[in-house]
């Protein structure tokens, strides 16, 4: 905890201990969404230096670590609008055979979703789920991850999604349709149909 | 002629649109007769629910930083020192 001065309403920053204190934190949190170790490390620098910058107008009103963490947030938005702008050799069907599978012509289920045991609670404290669905997170071709991760994990509305982005809100939910489609259906395959044998 | 009744594809796109927008009263209407029919769809959407209840726990719980995680050492040195520099610059 940083020491706070008593005197005053604004609290005592010290950058020199950043690192220490959230450098950690902060880079699992933009490594969960960005998903590139280099990428991370990156955001993390670049949110230091723009917090080195805007220190003097730090408010009280949040803690330093919220506060490092609101302009990260900012910069993996960013980040994520940099990369919709780069050429990219994504597959904009991706996701769509694979759900098609799921049907037959008349649109009924001919592969059905098998039933699931699951408690999110219980099941995100187990350490070999969560490398189930990092797994599942990492076979997102890449424009789909980022517009999944920035609907779920950064919590962006799609009309944001879009303007970020470059998107139709058409196109904004059919991408995140087939990201959810996929994501179902990998965790069905790899862990809740290899697991109820045991159940 | 608007029709009702919705097939299972068509429904799992509106299922997972109705975490994005608002549905219209037709869908509205007819995404719940077929919900109240169809198991399997039933359970697509119970399956995305909890998708969704699991990657805000994965987005919130940033604190339980595994080892695999955590930053790596060059990175940590060379962000502390950067930011030294920038301290010792006179402004």
């Known amino acids: 905890m940083n020491p706070k001065n008593s005197s005053t309403d604004s609290p005592i920053i010290n950058p020199e201990t950043w690192v220490d204190h959230y450098g950690d934190y902060l880079y699992h949190f933009a490594l969960s969404r960005v998903r590139d170790p280099s990428a991370a490390e990156d955001l993390v620098q670049e949110t230091f230096l723009a917090a080195l910058s805007a220190r003097k107008n730090f408010a009280s009103r949040s803690s330093e670590k919220t506060w490092l963490t609101g302009i990260l947030k900012h910069k993996i938005i960013d980040h994520f609008r940099k990369k919709a702008k780069e050429p990219s050799v994504d597959n904009i069907m991706f996701g769509t055979e694979a759900l098609d599978k799921l049907f037959d012509q008349k649109g009924q289920w001919k592969i059905k979703p098998a039933k699931w045991n699951a408690d999110p609670m219980k099941l995100y404290e187990q350490r070999e789920f969560m490398k189930v669905l990092n797994d599942c997170l990492s076979g997102l071709s890449s424009r789909m991850a980022s517009v999944f991760i920035l609907r779920e994990m950064i919590g962006e509305t799609t009309e944001e999604i879009c303007k970020v982005l470059d998107i139709s809100a058409t196109n904004c939910w059919v991408i995140l349709h087939r990201a959810r489609g996929y994501l179902r259906h990998c965790l069905e395959i790899n862990w809740f149909t290899s697991m109820s044998t045991e159940d | ?91």
């Open chain 2, 1 to 91: 002629m608007k029709h009702w009744m919705f097939n299972c594809k068509e429904v799992t796109r509106m299922l997972s649109d109705s975490l994005d927008r608002e549905l219209s009263f037709h869908q509205r209407v007819g995404l719940r007769m077929h919900l109240m029919m169809c198991k399997f769809c039933s359970r697509y959407q119970r399956q995305l629910l909890f998708l969704r209840e699991t990657m805000h726990l994965h987005a919130e719980h940033s604190e339980d930083v595994e080892p695999s995680t955590t930053m790596p050492p060059e990175a940590r040195e060379r962000i502390k020192r950067y930011i030294h520099n920038v301290l010792d610059r006179p402004e």
